[in-house]
């Protein structure tokens, strides 16, 4: 049973024409919906999973991004800790 491209309509869009069918989920899209990917027609949500690095949890990411939110703020103290202290250490005749 084939099926014809003139046929179907997109998978996201249901009042367009499909363009092209992909590869990797094997669902009709339209143009806008469809990319070309590494020499191949692919829709836009298999080339988002295909770009997520496998192993790499959801709780992994929120971990690595609480961490690194942490150490920005860390490093925004030291910063203005020592800032202050380098100023503090002026002479008072240099503020007026």
């Known amino acids: 049973m084939s099926v014809v491209l003139a046929d179907q309509r997109c998978w ?3 009042q367009r024409e499909a363009a092209a069918r ?8 339209c ?4 990319t ?5 027609m ?9 770009l997520v690095p496998r192993g790499v949890s959801e709780r ?3 971990i690595l991004w609480t961490a690194l939110a942490v150490a ?21 005749d240099f503020h007026i």
């Open 60 to 62: 992994s990411r929120a």
């Open 12 to 14: 996201v869009h249901d």
């Open 72 to 92: 920005g703020v860390f490093v925004a103290w030291l910063m203005f800790y020592y800032l202050g202290q380098g100023l503090a250490k002026l002479p008072s």
């Open 22 to 29: 992909c590869v990797t989920c094997r669902h009709f899209f």
């Open 42 to 50: 692919i829709c836009g949500g298999c080339v988002a999973r295909a």
């Open 36 to 40: 070309e990917h590494a020499g191949q």
């Open 31 to 34: 143009r806008e919906c469809i």
